[in-house]
């Protein structure tokens, strides 16, 4: 199994970028978000990458961080949702946006991606609604990998991820459960984006204050 690729960039196409890893090709797809974040060609690049294998299919999915590809394996245990879905709804909404939007039961966000329906969409927030808590208290932590480097990861500076996963924990200590302190932080998120774990701790305990 192929866990990360390490090269240079051949060339890009719409949905996949052939990567040169000592004069091996490897053709790995890309959602549109991670694609547009990739350097030209020429450039060195390293993804962490999924295998898909089936009997007549051999095919590589990159991911910039570790909690996209997580999130990506999550979304395809979903009934109906293959890994070309799963590539729309990251594309569309990113790792912390699903994350957000399944918090949220918000199935319009994930149906806005293409080609999923509103069938699906729902199924997604029904079915991964329990299991997104702790993949969003992954990403503070989760790596991501240095194209310059593509040897080292790095954690990075405190981001939305970071705050997301302190916010979770301190609720967790306060004894709320997952799915309550995920919807809690997450809709916390949607009204003040740019809300440090501290701001988002205070504003997902007045949201999970008994209403009066």
Do not use: C
């Not at 509103?118 to 079915?127: M, N, S, T």
């Not at 240095?146 to 609720?171: M, N, Q, V």
């Amino acid at each position: 199994m192929i866990g990360k690729i390490s090269g240079i960039v051949d060339y890009r196409a719409g949905d996949h970028v052939l990567i040169d890893v000592r004069g091996v090709g490897y053709m790995v797809y890309v959602s549109d978000r991670t694609l547009a974040s990739l350097p030209g060609p020429g450039e060195a690049v390293a993804l962490y990458t999924d295998m898909l294998v089936r009997e007549d299919l051999m095919q590589l999915f990159g991911f910039r961080t570790l909690l996209e590809k997580e999130w990506h394996k999550l979304l395809m245990t979903v009934q109906g949702v293959g890994a070309k879905a799963s590539m729309a709804i990251l594309g569309a909404l990113g790792a912390e946006g699903v994350a957000r939007a399944i918090a949220l039961g918000d199935a319009r966000s994930i149906q806005a991606a293409q080609g999923i329906g509103p069938k699906i969409a729902q199924r997604v927030v029904l079915e991964l609604k329990a299991k997104a808590p702790s993949l969003m208290a992954m990403g503070g932590t989760a790596a991501v990998i240095e194209d310059d480097a593509p040897k080292r990861i790095k954690a990075g500076p405190p981001s939305t991820a970071a705050h997301t996963a302190d916010a979770l924990s301190a609720l967790a200590n306060l004894g709320y459960g997952p799915g309550d302190a995920a919807s809690a932080v997450a809709q916390a998120q949607a009204d003040q984006p740019q809300a440090d774990a501290a701001m988002l701790i205070r504003l997902s305990l007045r949201l999970l204050a008994p209403k009066q």
